[in-house]
C-alpha cells in the first residue's frame, strides 16, 4: 500500500477484518411515532420517528453486504487512525453524514449497522433520512471521515476512487488546475474539507497548456459554483468530482476573484501532469517537480542525471505549487542527494517509524543545491524541502510552505470505494514539526509562478548566496 502525502488535486483530484459488534446480534425496530425497542445490551431505548419503518439494527459479526461499509470504516478508524475518537463521537458523525441526506419517506425495511452501542440511535435517525439501507451506509461511512477526523481522512466512492488512481497514474480528464481547501474563520487558514462561507476552495495552481490556464484561472480564485449550482455543503472532492469529465464536454465555474464575482466556461481536455520539467541555464542545472506521483521518482532522476552529465555546478530545485503524492517517491527524491540517514520520521499512537534513505545518492556533495518553494508546497514536498534544509545539503528560498504534516493511507472497502485515513504525522529526523507553520525557507523571497526560468535560476541562486 502506497502512503499517500498529498494535497487536494482538482485535475484529479486493506485489508478488512470483522467490526468489533454488539455481540453479533440483530435487533428489529418498528419506528413509529413513539416506539421502544430494547438493544442488544438490554437497555430499552425510546426515540420518535416521522414514519412508520421496519428496521433491522445488525452487528458486525456477521453483517448484511449492503451495510457492511460501515463496520468496515468503523474498524479500520480504530485500528488505524493517528487519534483516538471515541464512540460516542464516532457515532455522532454518522448521525451528521445522515442528517445531509434529503430525508426520505419511504417504508421499505431498512437495515442499519451499529458497530458500537452508540450507533442505535444513529441508526434510528437513518430511518427518516435514508431511501435505503446502502444509501444509509455510505452517508455514515461519509459522516465518519468528514465529521469525526481531520480534514485530510475522506470517503472515496467507487467513482472518486477511479479519480485518484488516473490522478496518481499522472493523466486525467478535467480542466488542469489544483486546488486546496482552507477555513480561515480562525485568523490562521487551516485545512478543511466541506464547503461553506468559512471553508473555501481555491485555486493553488494552473498546470501549463491546459484548459484552466487558457481560461486565466489564477492562484486565489475561490471556486463558489459549478454548471449553477453553489458548492457550499460538498465535500472537496465531490466538488473535484463534478468538475472532472469527459474531454470535450464543457463546465461553467463562477469564480471569487478579490471580491469579483465572474462565470468561466471551460472546455475540458487530456490532461497529463507533467511530473518534471528539466533544462540547463548556463553552468546551473533547474529541475522542477510538480508531484510525487508513483514514476515521478524515476524520471526526477533521469532529469538530474541529464543536467549532471551537462556539466553543471549548481542545481535549483523547484518544488513551487508541488502540493505532494506518495511518501515513498519523496523517500527516492531526497535520496537523490543524501548518502546517508533518515528523510523522515512518522509518529503514531502506536509507533515511532524513521524512513532511511535509499542509498542511491546521484548528485555530488560539491554541487549547491538550492531549493525553491511557495506556500503551495505541501506535504511530500515538504518533507523533500525540510530533510535537505536541516542536513544542511540544501538552501531553501523562498515562502513559507503549506504546513501540512500527516501522512495518509488508502483503504479498500467492500463497495469499491476507499477510506483515506491520516494514519500519523511526520517530523524531520531532528525531531522539527512543521504542521500549520510549513518550512521557513532559509532565505525567504518571493519567487512568481510564472517567471522565465533563466530570471528564476538567477534569482534563487543570488538569494541562496551562489
Same mark, same amino acid.
Given at each position: 500500500?502506497?502512503?499517500?502525502?498529498?494535497?487536494?488535486?482538482?485535475?484529479? =483530484?486493506? #485489508?478488512?477484518? *470483522?467490526?468489533?459488534? &454488539?455481540?453479533? /446480534? @440483530?435487533?428489529? +425496530?418498528?419506528?413509529?411515532? !413513539?416506539?421502544?425497542?430494547?438493544?442488544?445490551?438490554?437497555?430499552?431505548?425510546?426515540?420518535?420517528?416521522?414514519?412508520?419503518?421496519?428496521?433491522?439494527?445488525?452487528?458486525?459479526?456477521?453483517?448484511?453486504?449492503?451495510?457492511?461499509?460501515?463496520?468496515?470504516?468503523?474498524?479500520?478508524?480504530?485500528?488505524?487512525?493517528?487519534?483516538?475518537?471515541?464512540?460516542?463521537?464516532?457515532?455522532?458523525?454518522?448521525?451528521?453524514?445522515?442528517?445531509?441526506?434529503?430525508?426520505?419517506?419511504?417504508?421499505?425495511?431498512?437495515?442499519?449497522?451499529?458497530?458500537?452501542?452508540?450507533?442505535?440511535?444513529?441508526?434510528? =435517525?437513518? #430511518?427518516?433520512? *435514508?431511501?435505503?439501507? &446502502?444509501?444509509? /451506509? @455510505?452517508?455514515? +461511512?461519509?459522516?465518519?471521515? !468528514?465529521?469525526?477526523?481531520?480534514?485530510?481522512?475522506?470517503?472515496?466512492?467507487?467513482?472518486?476512487?477511479?479519480?485518484?488512481?488516473?490522478?496518481?497514474?499522472?493523466?486525467?480528464?478535467?480542466?488542469?488546475?489544483?486546488?486546496?481547501?482552507?477555513?480561515?474563520?480562525?485568523?490562521?487558514?487551516?485545512?478543511?474539507?466541506?464547503?461553506?462561507?468559512?471553508?473555501?476552495?481555491?485555486?493553488?495552481?494552473?498546470?501549463?497548456?491546459?484548459?484552466?490556464?487558457?481560461?486565466?484561472?489564477?492562484?486565489?480564485?475561490?471556486?463558489?459554483?459549478?454548471?449553477?449550482?453553489?458548492?457550499?455543503?460538498?465535500?472537496?472532492?465531490?466538488?473535484?468530482?463534478?468538475?472532472?469529465?469527459?474531454?470535450?464536454?464543457?463546465?461553467?465555474?463562477?469564480?471569487?476573484?478579490?471580491?469579483?464575482?465572474?462565470?468561466?466556461?471551460?472546455?475540458?481536455?487530456?490532461?497529463?501532469?507533467?511530473?518534471?520539467?528539466?533544462?540547463?541555464?548556463?553552468?546551473?542545472?533547474?529541475?522542477?517537480?510538480?508531484?510525487?506521483?508513483?514514476?515521478?521518482?524515476?524520471?526526477?532522476?533521469?532529469?538530474?542525471?541529464?543536467?549532471?552529465?551537462?556539466?553543471?555546478?549548481?542545481?535549483?530545485?523547484?518544488?513551487?505549487?508541488?502540493?505532494?503524492?506518495?511518501?515513498?517517491?519523496?523517500?527516492?527524491?531526497?535520496?537523490?542527494?543524501?548518502?546517508?540517514?533518515?528523510?523522515?520520521?512518522?509518529?503514531?499512537?502506536?509507533?515511532?517509524?524513521?524512513?532511511?534513505?535509499?542509498?542511491?545518492?546521484?548528485?555530488?556533495?560539491?554541487?549547491?543545491?538550492?531549493?525553491?518553494?511557495?506556500?503551495?508546497?505541501?506535504?511530500?514536498?515538504?518533507?523533500?524541502?525540510?530533510?535537505?534544509?536541516?542536513?544542511?545539503?540544501?538552501?531553501?528560498?523562498?515562502?513559507?510552505?503549506?504546513?501540512?504534516?500527516?501522512?495518509?493511507?488508502?483503504?479498500?472497502?467492500?463497495?469499491?470505494?476507499?477510506?483515506?485515513?491520516?494514519?500519523?504525522?511526520?517530523?524531520?529526523?531532528?525531531?522539527?514539526?512543521?504542521?500549520?507553520?510549513?518550512?521557513?525557507?532559509?532565505?525567504?523571497?518571493?519567487?512568481?509562478?510564472?517567471?522565465?526560468?533563466?530570471?528564476?535560476?538567477?534569482?534563487?541562486?543570488?538569494?541562496?548566496?551562489?
Amino acid at each position: 500500500m502506497s502512503r499517500t502525502l498529498s494535497a487536494t488535486v482538482l485535475v484529479a =483530484l486493506l #485489508a478488512l477484518s *470483522a467490526c468489533v459488534g &454488539v455481540d453479533g /446480534a @440483530e435487533t428489529t +425496530v418498528a419506528s413509529a411515532p !413513539t416506539t421502544t425497542y430494547t438493544s442488544s445490551e438490554g437497555d430499552p431505548t425510546t426515540t420518535a420517528a416521522a414514519v412508520a419503518r421496519e428496521m433491522r439494527v445488525v452487528g458486525c459479526d456477521p453483517v448484511d453486504p449492503d451495510v457492511e461499509i460501515v463496520c468496515e470504516a468503523f474498524d479500520l478508524i480504530r485500528r488505524n487512525y493517528v487519534d483516538q475518537i471515541s464512540d460516542e463521537a464516532l457515532a455522532d458523525a454518522a448521525a451528521d453524514g445522515l442528517r445531509d441526506l434529503d430525508g426520505s419517506e419511504a417504508t421499505s425495511e431498512l437495515i442499519c449497522a451499529a458497530p458500537a452501542v452508540t450507533f442505535h440511535e444513529t441508526c434510528e =435517525l437513518a #430511518a427518516t433520512q *435514508a431511501e435505503n439501507s &446502502v444509501e444509509a /451506509a @455510505e452517508a455514515m +461511512v461519509w459522516g465518519l471521515t !468528514t465529521y469525526g477526523l481531520d480534514a485530510n481522512s475522506v470517503y472515496f466512492d467507487p467513482e472518486a476512487v477511479h479519480l485518484v488512481d488516473e490522478e496518481q497514474n499522472g493523466q486525467v480528464q478535467g480542466i488542469g488546475a489544483m486546488v486546496t481547501a482552507t477555513d480561515t474563520s480562525s485568523g490562521e487558514p487551516v485545512l478543511c474539507s466541506v464547503i461553506s462561507e468559512t471553508c473555501r476552495m481555491s485555486i493553488v495552481a494552473t498546470i501549463a497548456g491546459t484548459p484552466a490556464e487558457a481560461a486565466g484561472l489564477q492562484r486565489d480564485d475561490i471556486i463558489v459554483a459549478v454548471d449553477g449550482e453553489d458548492i457550499q455543503g460538498q465535500t472537496v472532492d465531490e466538488v473535484t468530482a463534478i468538475v472532472r469529465g469527459p474531454a470535450g464536454t464543457d463546465v461553467r465555474l463562477k469564480v471569487d476573484r478579490a471580491g469579483s464575482l465572474f462565470d468561466v466556461a471551460i472546455t475540458r481536455a487530456e490532461v497529463t501532469i507533467p511530473a518534471v520539467v528539466s533544462e540547463v541555464v548556463g553552468d546551473a542545472g533547474y529541475v522542477a517537480l510538480n508531484v510525487f506521483t508513483d514514476n515521478a521518482d524515476e524520471q526526477f532522476s533521469d532529469a538530474l542525471e541529464a543536467v549532471l552529465d551537462a556539466g553543471v555546478s549548481s542545481l535549483v530545485i523547484d518544488l513551487r505549487d508541488n502540493p505532494g503524492g506518495l511518501l515513498d517517491t519523496a523517500i527516492e527524491v531526497a535520496s537523490a542527494f543524501l548518502q546517508d540517514g533518515d528523510v523522515v520520521t512518522t509518529e503514531s499512537p502506536e509507533s515511532t517509524t524513521s524512513y532511511p534513505v535509499s542509498g542511491n545518492p546521484i548528485v555530488p556533495q560539491d554541487v549547491e543545491v538550492v531549493v525553491v518553494v511557495n506556500r503551495g508546497s505541501a506535504s511530500a514536498s515538504e518533507v523533500v524541502a525540510a530533510v535537505l534544509q536541516e542536513r544542511g545539503r540544501a538552501t531553501v528560498v523562498g515562502e513559507n510552505t503549506f504546513g501540512k504534516n500527516t501522512v495518509q493511507q488508502r483503504f479498500g472497502l467492500s463497495n469499491g470505494g476507499a477510506l483515506k485515513l491520516t494514519i500519523a504525522r511526520w517530523l524531520t529526523p531532528g525531531g522539527h514539526d512543521f504542521g500549520e507553520v510549513g518550512v521557513t525557507p532559509d532565505v525567504v523571497t518571493p519567487l512568481e509562478i510564472g517567471l522565465p526560468v533563466e530570471i528564476l535560476v538567477r534569482d534563487a541562486l543570488a538569494a541562496a548566496g551562489g
